[in-house]
């Protein structure tokens, strides 16, 4: 199950499948004009906590290229040439109307997990559920800036709010599982949903499922 947020303008699809939780999404231009959006504008936030997707930096890639030349007086001599590039990260996304960008960030919506990590439950038959209360639950946003002008004027905003609702205990076997597609046995995930994530204990799983409190806006799909 996706959770999904849709306006007039733009359409986000989240997914947050992975261990210990990945703040990804893809962004939908439903207009027949460009979206813009400011990534030094815009911020993952855990529980109040402001984390920036953009950051002044470039990085350098370097990679190598191996070229063999032949000639009649010999059967090859290999070379080798290094490139080096360097990279900015891209402050401003342009998305083309109607096309579509993918963004995964690079932070973990849960790096402390030691809330939820607790003995073994000896005696309890899995897989064990524990709601969470709202009032006590970790809360996470993800805060977008976009424009329908290059330079960024006349911005609008999305600021989407998630919490932890519930957290699922399952064995490790029941966690991952082998099917058999045509003539090859393949393996698949049962409990995997863009609004759920997991992290992992000796013997068992812990899936958390995200339930979103900006109503109105969203909606499950």
């Known amino acids: 199950m996706d959770l999904i947020h849709e306006n007039d303008t733009l359409k986000i699809t989240y997914s947050f499948w992975g261990r210990n939780g990945i703040m990804s999404f893809e962004v939908t231009n439903k207009l027949d004009v460009p979206i813009y959006i400011d990534w030094k504008k ?38 080798h040439t290094n490139i080096s590039v360097k990279t900015k990260e891209e402050r401003v996304s342009f998305i083309p109307p109607g096309a579509h960008m993918f963004y995964r960030s690079s932070y973990r919506i849960l790096e402390n997990k030691d809330r939820y990590i607790h003995p073994k439950e000896a005696g309890k038959t899995y897989p064990i559920i524990t709601d969470i209360d709202p009032e006590y639950a970790d809360y996470f946003r993800n805060f977008i800036t976009y424009s329908l002008s290059e330079n960024g004027n006349n911005p609008a905003y999305i600021d989407d709010q998630f919490f932890i609702s519930r957290v699922l205990s399952i064995k490790e076997r ?27 204990g000796l013997d068992r799983y812990k899936l958390f499922n995200r339930a979103y409190s900006n109503s109105g806006i969203m909606k499950e799909e």
């Open 42 to 79: 815009s911020s993952f936030i855990f529980n109040n906590e402001k984390l920036n997707y953009y950051e002044e930096r470039s990085r350098q890639v370097t990679s190598g290229t191996s070229v063999a030349y032949y000639s009649s007086r010999s059967l090859g001599v290999a070379g």
């Open 174 to 200: 029941d966690f991952r599982k082998t099917k058999k597609d045509s003539d090859k046995w393949v393996r698949y995930y049962p409990y995997k949903a863009g609004n759920t994530f997991y992290i992992r």
